[in-house]
Every structure is written in structure tokens, then in C-alpha cells.
């Protein structure tokens, strides 16, 4: 017999929270499979678009800020810079905005089944890991094409890579808790991603930046994603300080969107 | 340990905040008015946000208990049926216990694994084929990659969906659909499964198997707890019963006795159709059902009356009533007929009554209604008939078989003779000799 013993108590807080997460974590990975496996069904191309998209943005900010602006870049062609920083951007803008629709596209599984919710929007974002691994395969073979070598710093990019992972996630657990109270949020990520795109350093590098602001820049926790992104495949140059001040930022995000997504967890199927 | 307490509720209760939208005694509202009133809203609503409140809408806010003061204990391998009728806090109880939602007070200690059922193919994906899907909700429900892929081909099987296993769902007939998603569901071996209404969908025949697979899951030592609207599913897998009223507890014990509870407070144990007479023809003013339990309930194998009223302004030569007994699906299971030429009937003018006795009725449990036709031979005419009146059930309350009381089995049930005897003995090679058995069964 099963030593499991729940106790079913108003505003109880789980003590075995994080073990019980932990015991989810097939369906965790069957939430992500499921996610990944129907992203580019029943379209003509497929998982092309995963290549289209990124590519055709690429050649236009490295038309728009490469040729027509003439911005620097570091010494590396400028489309390989613009595609390593669209890489961890692309990763999480996708990453934000699905996982925070993510609860309210699967009210059906909230109002039904118990799980820790927190399940849904982190599988969200690792889904969002498929178009990510087929950039980086563009990344490789455009690397090849400028007989750009990586260097050893190469290893070090699963770190910024979770790094990234966490940016998109700290926000979105917090966003996914409001959204579920007030649909307003809906409306909101769009444009916040929208307008990121441009006070990022996606389509410039963060050198263009004035030295002097260059730690308020990077209160933008993805400044300090990307430059060190470029720094691991392209050997551009990187402001440490920088670096540091965006995982500063992306652990406060995650620390508040945990605490947020936690207060109101259990109300999600009364509200949704 | 078949003794242990493995769920106990201590009051229980849940209650929703609820928005009415008061109209203002008049029918029409300005646009100006509107506007002003939408413009009140929203800034209700930011204040609401800014407090970190649910936004309601409505202007008169009012605190609705779904379920109060609720407090039972289940024990090991106990299978409860939990009944009342729609809005009762059924469902709110099983969502409490499944942890999807909180309880606003009390306690409940759940020992064991759980698993809950509250919907066929939870989280199914359209896109996705039938082998993913198994997966899918099988994970959703709560089972192991490892269990899915023992059990996998037995899902299949279970399903009959072979040939279509790699076709994506949404190209399923609705029939299927439900048959994988119920194949699924049916494979859970958690310690305690609790099930919404589940089985008002597929097919007859599938259900019937859904029943069997039930009642194996439930004789086999697993905790049960089980919500249904079909009174013979309940009699049929439960011992004992818990009744809900508007979110409150009000009774609980043996399962036939808390059906019959409830049945009562559903109605009398009379139907009548009743019509005043015109006085210009002969007419049935009367038809009233006794079933043998209050609630339209009747138990097989007991009696059953049915008492006719006919006014007759004038004599009705050669007179002949009948009605027949109909399956909620219109299909006519008995046709039961008096001539005046058998049992003499309306020879003179005034008010008769004709009383039918079924000493024991035979019918297989169901809901069943009444045709009737009052007519005459020689010239042979109809002259009235009333259909579609006293609906009943037929429900088999105490006498529980083994593969029997299936719904849509069969819809009469005779009584017959079995004689079973040994014609060649192959004494002591270890095959078992029977013994010569008879008796009188139904």
C-alpha cells in the first residue's frame, strides 16, 4: 500500500510541492512532445516556417541596419551577427507569448485534471526549444559558409541557453497567473514582445550603446542574453558587468513570477 | 486492513463569489447611460485588479455556497455512490478531492494514489493520431510511459480502433472517439479512481462493456467513488450512497435505500393522466400507475397496478381497452388487451373503473411509458387513445447478479428452468465432476 497521504485543506500550502512537480515530469515531457508534434501540423510547409521566419528577419534588419544605417558589427558579417542575436531572442519572444496563453488554450485539461500547474507553461517554453535547435542548425551551416569557426567558448552556451530559458519563464509564470484572472494580458504580450525586438540588440550590436549606459541597458535581461551569445559563437567582444546585471534581472523575474504563479495557483480552476 | 478510513471529508464546503446584473425598473437604458454605467464598470474593475480581486460583473455581488458542511469517510475498497440532482455540489465535491480546486472550509485526507475521471479523453488532441493520443491522455490521466506500454495493445483491443490507430482523431467518428478516450480511462489502476458521470456516452454495447470493465475495477479492492444520474448503475456497482441537496449532505447509507430517497423527492409513486370529461363521447378521464416504490419506481419482480377510469355518457357495446408498455425509445415491449366479450366492461352509462394487475413484473430495468386506446369491435373504431403517459422506471434493487442487469441486455426476463447433469463422467482424471443442479430462476 502507497504511503501518499493528501491533505485537502483551504489555502493550504503544498509542503511537497517541488517533489510533486518532480513526480510530474512525464507528463511534463508528454506536454512538451505534444506541443512540438502539433506545432506545424496541417500547414503546407511545415516546419519550413521554423527556417523562413528567422532567415527572412534576418536579412531584413541586416538590410535595414547593416547596409542602410551602416551600424558596426564587431567584425563578423553582419547577417551572422543579427542571426546569433535573433537566435536567443526568437527563442524568447516564442517561449513568452505561448506560455502565457498557455493555461487559457488548455482550460479544458485545468478545469479537469489536477496537476502542478506550473507543468503547462514551462513545457510551453521547451517546445519552444524545436525552433531553436533548427536556428542553430541555419546558425552552423551560415557559420560554414563565412568559414567562421567556433571557438571553445562554444561550450558554454547551454548555460546562456538556460539562461535564456529562465528569462522567458519568470515573466511568463507571472503573466500566465494574471491572465487567467484578467484576459487583458492577451493583449498585452504581443506588443511588449513587439516593442522588445527594437530595444533589444538583435538587429545592432549593444556596442552601439554608449559605455556609460551599458549597465542600465542591460537591466533588459535579454542584452545580457544575446551579447553573451554572440560572445560564444562569434567571439564578439562582451561587457561582463552587463552579463551579470541581466542574470541579476532574470532571477528577480523568475523569483516574483514563481511567488505570483504559486499565490494564486489554486484558484486557477475556479477562474478560467 | 479492508477496515482502513482511506478518504475522509471533515465540512467540506465551497463557496463562489456570483454577479447579478440589477435591472433599474426601467426596460430602456439611454446610450448616455450605458456609456456611464460601462465606464463605472471599469473603473470598479481596475480598483478590483489593483486590490488583486476577481473581476465581477453585475452590480449586486452574492456569496453562493456550491457545497457546505459535507463529512463522510470511504474505507478500502469501498465503492460510494455520490447522487442529487444537477447543481447539488457533485461535481464541485469530486473537482475539491481531485485537488483541481480549493475548498473555502474543512478537510479532506486522501490515502492512496488517485486518479479522477471527470470527462471522457481529457485533453485529447485533435491533431494528433490515436497512438499519440493514448499517450497523451494517458500521462494526462496520470499513468507512467512504462504502464501505458504494457498496457497498450489491451487499450487497443478494448477501443477497436486497429486499423485507425494512426489516423488523427478529429478524422474519428464520434463513436470512436469516445471508445478510445473510455479505453484509456478504463486501464487506470490507481488505488482510488473517482468518476464523474462518464458513461452517458457511446454506444449501447460499449457501454455495456464499459459497466463490466467497472465492475471488475471495482470488485478487485479498489476505492470507488462514483456520481451518476442512471439509478441502475448506482444500485448495480455501489453498496452504499451518499445524497446531495443544494451543496448540503442529507443523507448517506445503503445505496437502494438513499435511490429511493432520492427518487421520492423526485415525485409520487403514482402517475396519473388525468382529462376532464366532456360528456359528448366515451372518454379515459383517468390513468394511474402504482408502481411498487415511491418515484415512478418500480422494483422488478413486484407488483404493479394500473387503474383506469372511463366515462361513458352512453353504453359502449362491445367495448375493448388495451395499452401497450414502451421502451423510452419508443420501441413497444407488451401490448396488454380486455375485450368486453372477457372481462365485461362499460355496459351502462356513467363512470367505470378497470384495474390491471401485474403480480409480477417481468420487465428489464429501463423507463418505460404507456400507450392507451379505448375502442370497440363491431363497427371497429377507436375511440380515444392517449399516448405517451405515466413514464416509470424499472430498477432491480437487491437482487445483484453476476454477468446480469446490463442496460438495453434485454427487455423482458422470464422465468425459466435450468437443469444441469453429467452425461459422460470422467471421474478422477482431475476434471471436475458437477453435480445435478436445478432450480428456478429468473
Known sequence: ?272 | MRNEVVIRVENLGKSYLIGHEMANGRSHESLREAVGRQARNIVRAALDVSRGRQIIHGNKIEEFWALSDVSFEVTRGEVLGIIGRNGAGKSTLLKILSRITEPTRGRATIKGRVASLLEVGTGFHQDLTGRENIYLNGAILGMSRAEIKSKFDEIVDFAEIEKFLDTPVKRYSSGMYVRLAFAVAAHLEPEILIIDEVLAVGDVVFQRKCLGKMKTTANSGRTVLFVSHNMQTVAGLTERAILLQGGRMVAMGKSDEIIEQYLAEQGPTNTVYQQTASGTHPEITRVELHTSRSGQLQQFGKPMTIDVEIHAPEPVPNAAVSFQIMTSRHQPVLHVLNLDSEVPMLRSAGTHRLRCLFPRLRLYPGTYYLNFYLGASEPRRVLEAPHQICPFEVAVLDEVREFYWYPDNALYVEDVQWTSQVIVAEGASGKPVLQVHSGLQD
Request: net charge positive; with cysteine.
Open chain 1, 1 to 272: 500500500m502507497s504511503a501518499i497521504e493528501i491533505i485537502i485543506e483551504p489555502g493550504r500550502a503544498e509542503k511537497n510541492y517541488w517533489r510533486d512537480l518532480w513526480r510530474y515530469r512525464e507528463l511534463f515531457q508528454v506536454l512538451a512532445w505534444r506541443d512540438c508534434a502539433v506545432r506545424y501540423k496541417q500547414t503546407v510547409l511545415g516546419i519550413a516556417w521554423a527556417v523562413i521566419r528567422p532567415v527572412l528577419a534576418m536579412l531584413i534588419f541586416t538590410v535595414i541596419f547593416g547596409r542602410i544605417a551602416k551600424l558596426p558589427s564587431g567584425g563578423v558579417p553582419y547577417a551572422l551577427m543579427v542571426f546569433a542575436g535573433l537566435l536567443p531572442w526568437t527563442f524568447f519572444a516564442t517561449g513568452l507569448s505561448d506560455a502565457s496563453n498557455s493555461l487559457i488554450t488548455n482550460t479544458g485539461l485545468v478545469s479537469k485534471v489536477y496537476f502542478p500547474r506550473m507543468i503547462m507553461p514551462t513545457a510551453t517554453i521547451a517546445a519552444a526549444f524545436i525552433d531553436f535547435f533548427i536556428g542553430l542548425f541555419i546558425l552552423a551551416t551560415m557559420m560554414a559558409w563565412y568559414h567562421i569557426l567556433p571557438s571553445w567558448r562554444i561550450v558554454l552556451l547551454p548555460i546562456f541557453v538556460l539562461l535564456a530559458f529562465l528569462a522567458a519563464l519568470g515573466p511568463s509564470l507571472w503573466v500566465t497567473a494574471v491572465n487567467v484572472k484578467y484576459r487583458d494580458f492577451r493583449y498585452v504580450i504581443p506588443f511588449l514582445v513587439q516593442f522588445g525586438l527594437y530595444v533589444s540588440p538583435v538587429g545592432f550590436s549593444s556596442s552601439v550603446v554608449p559605455q556609460k549606459w551599458r549597465l542600465l541597458y542591460s537591466l533588459n535581461p535579454l542584452v545580457g542574453i544575446i551579447d553573451a551569445f554572440r560572445w560564444c559563437v562569434l567571439r564578439s567582444s562582451v561587457y561582463w558587468p552587463g552579463v551579470g546585471m541581466s542574470v541579476v534581472v532574470v532571477v528577480v523575474l523568475l523569483w516574483l513570477g514563481i511567488r505570483k504563479f504559486r499565490q494564486t495557483e489554486r484558484t486557477f480552476a475556479d477562474l478560467i
